[in-house]
Every structure is written in C-alpha cells, then in structure tokens.
C-alpha cells in the first residue's frame, strides 16, 4: 500500500504542486487539507478535505474522520496559517510533527518575541498595540524603530519609522491594511494586533533546517545580498552557501538551534530569518514551515546515499520516518531572484525572457504575475513578479548571474496614477 502523507495549506498553488511533483517520484499519495467551503462538493477536483483554521477543533475533527479509513503515515503545512490545525492534527493521529502550542508561538511574533526573550536570546525590544490604539499613546525606547502585523508574512504590512511622525504614518497605514476584507475574512484575533520593536541593523540571513526529535539539523543558509534597512523590506535575492565566515556560521546555527528550543519546536521543517551585526545574533523568527514560493527549487540537497533531491522531496521523506542526519546541500552555489514588483498598477506583458535564460548559470525563469493582474507593492502587497534560479560554482557567480537575468527582462505595467488610487490607471507603460 502506497505511503499517504497529509499537507495543509490555505491554496492550491505551485508550492503545492511542486509536493505533488516530488509525491509522484516517491510513490507517496498526498491528502489535501485547504481552507475552503465545506458546503461546495470539491470545486477544485483535488479531493481536499475542507477544513477552516481559525477554527480548529472543527478543523481537526474533520480531518480525523476523513483520514479514518485510510490511515495517513506523515503531517506537512505549507504556508503559516495551517501550522496549528497540522500541529494539532498530527498529536490527534499520534503522528510525530512539532507540538500545537510551539506552532502557536512561531506564527505570532509578539510570543516568538517573549519566547527568544525569556531564553536570553538577543531580542529588540517592543510592545505591542491593538489596531485601534491611539499612536499618541505609544513611545517608543528609542530610534529607529519597525511597525509590523503579529501574524502576516513574507514581509507584508512591515515598515520603518525614524521619529514620531513617521510612526503615525506607518501604524495608520498598518491598522489599514489589517482592515482589509482579505485580513479580516482570516478571523483571527491576533491580525488586531500591531508590534512596535526596536529596528536591528546589520545583514540579514534565512535558515533553512529540520527539526528532528528536538535537534536542528541546518540545511542551508542563505546570504541576502540586498541591504533590507527599509522603509519597506521587500526580499529580493536568496543564495547559498552565506559568504560568511566560519565564526559567523557557527553563531547563526547555534542561535537559531537555540530559538528552536526556546520555542518548542520538535520534529519538521523550519524556516529562520536572523540579523547579524556587531553585538550578535538576532532572531526574528523561526516559522513551523518550508521556506515559501518557488523559492525551494533554489535549494538541493545530497543524502546520505548521494542522492540529489530537492526540500520537497526531502520534507516527504522526512515526514515519513526518514533521518534527515547527513544530509546536505549539493556542491557549488545556488540562488533565487523573488522578482520585486517596481511600481503599482496593471501586470501587462514581458519581455526578454529567453535572454535571460541564455545567461550563464540561469537554471529558469518562472513568470507568475498574469496579464492584466492588479499589482501592489510592499507593504500591502503579497506576491512577486516571478522567480529567476541559478546555479554557479560560486555564490558570487549566482548573484551576478541573477542580476544581469532580472536586467534582461522588460516588464509592460500600467501604472496607478496615484499611490492611495492604485485602481486607477493610466495608459502610460512603464519598462523596468
């Protein structure tokens, strides 16, 4: 009988079908769980189990006796809404996966704060404020500082503030975008929350690892070449191995394996990102998932047996019983452009792809923005143009590579003709 492993996500886009991809390699039979309608007789074809997050003991018990039949061997979530209900799904089924209430704290970050805090672990300092919180009321120890949502991602809804006037624009301008119909249809009672923290200088690095029974085991660590000092923190490029030295790796393995423990997390794929400058390592956060998007095609990994695979296939194999102990990324470099979005208005066409694959070291170029969609910029936005891979002998060689990728392509976007009016238009094309 083929292995079943049940994946959580609040989509069905191409993160999952790249599990779907790696799933059929594996002989594995993948069980969906989404966040959709359940009086809709599966609209999508996918046979997911439908299931509402923000309500989770319904959530899980629909998935208990959707899975009562036929036993399911593994618990993966995409994204951080489902990390909850796949925590307390996988404990309902007796399947190993990271406890509920350590999934509870990554996704927050005002309790991944207090967590790494209590551990003694370098934390800026913050407080925390209910959307509706007059500004005039919050002071700030000190300067700069960054205002962000407790529970979006991937770097929505996050801006800096110099002094008091900027503060007032940034928290007003978040409290809007948590009030948004998108935002709200979450239910979530934390999305009401703002934190206000200290601002870290310094480069900032992700960390890709497992978690397995209590040990972090570091995949990778990824240098982010581009300065992220705000206002706004759009991700660009991603390359492994980090041009780090060996001290410097050491100390963001060590911190990271100690925010792990901090927070409880036991037995899955995590996704760090830290600031390193000269008084240390800080954590940001360390997420109960994969790191998100196409971005994993950027990461092979060599297995004890030499085999060359990719996080999907790997996080499979992981979820079903396999040791992730001596595995290991595959030689050389490679990275990942997140193609940034340069003005607001209507996605209409691009150019120049094919030239950017011939340079060399480019593995792709993924376009994913669709014509005539409506593009937003950071920090309202949530999505990218597309992706651009390469693999290189060296990290520097990727980097270079992806640059001179993203200056071949030639994007055709409408612009708004205002920023607070981004449906409304004009017919001038703009060419980045």
Not at 54 to 79: F, K, L, Y
């Amino acid at each position: 009988m083929d292995k079943r492993v049940l994946i959580l996500a609040t989509t069905t886009g191409y993160q999952i079908r790249m599990f779907g991809e790696a799933a059929e390699r594996l002989g594995v039979k993948l069980v969906f769980a989404s966040d959709r309608c359940d009086q809709l007789e599966d609209p999508w074809w996918d046979g997911a189990i439908p299931v509402r997050f923000h309500q989770e003991s319904s959530a899980v018990e629909a998935i208990v006796a959707a899975v009562r039949r036929q036993a399911v061997d593994g618990v993966i979530a995409v994204g951080d809404r489902p990390t909850v209900v796949a925590a307390l799904a996988a404990r309902t089924l007796g399947l190993p996966w990271h406890p509920p209430n350590a999934a509870r704290i990554a996704r927050d970050k005002r309790h991944t704060r207090k967590a790494l805090r209590s551990a003694g672990l370098p934390t800026p300092w913050f407080l925390v404020a209910r959307r509706t919180t007059p500004v005039a009321s919050i002071v700030p120890a000190s300067w700069p500082i960054v205002v962000k949502p407790t529970v979006l991602s991937g770097s929505r809804g996050v801006i800096r503030a110099n002094d008091a006037i900027e503060l007032r624009r940034a928290f007003t301008r978040v409290a809007r975008l948590l009030d948004a119909p998108d935002i709200r249809a979450l239910q979530d009672s934390a999305a009401d929350d703002i934190v206000v923290e200290q601002f870290i200088g310094g480069r900032e690095y992700a960390v890709e690892g497992i978690v397995e029974k209590g040990r972090l085991l570091t995949l990778a660590i990824f240098d982010k070449p581009d300065p992220l000092d705000g206002p706004y923190f759009e991700e660009t490029i991603y390359v492994t191995p980090a041009r780090v030295s060996d001290a410097t790796r050491e100390a963001i393995e060590s911190s990271v394996s100690r925010a792990v423990h901090a927070l409880g997390l036991h037995h899955g794929p995590v996704h760090a990102e830290c600031r390193v400058n000269d008084r240390g390592v800080y954590v940001l956060e360390v997420a109960a998932r994969p790191i998100g998007g196409l971005c994993a095609r950027a990461l092979q990994l060599t297995t004890g047996e030499a085999q060359t695979i990719g996080l999907e296939e790997a996080i499979l194999r992981h979820a079903l019983g396999e040791s992730a102990s001596g595995w290991a990324t595959s030689s050389g470099a490679s990275g990942v452009m997140m193609i940034p979005i340069p003005i607001e208005g209507i996605y209409r066409r691009v150019s120049g792809i094919e030239s950017a694959r011939d340079v060399a070291g480019i593995e792709d170029v993924q376009i994913t923005a669709k014509p005539d969609q409506q593009l937003l910029q950071l920090p309202e936005g949530a999505s990218y143009l597309g992706f651009i891979f390469a693999r290189a002998a060296s990290s520097d060689a990727v980097e270079r590579a992806l640059r001179e990728a993203h200056r071949r392509l030639k994007f055709t976007i409408d612009r708004a003709l205002a920023v607070n009016q981004p449906r409304t238009l004009s017919s001038v094309s703009e060419l980045d």
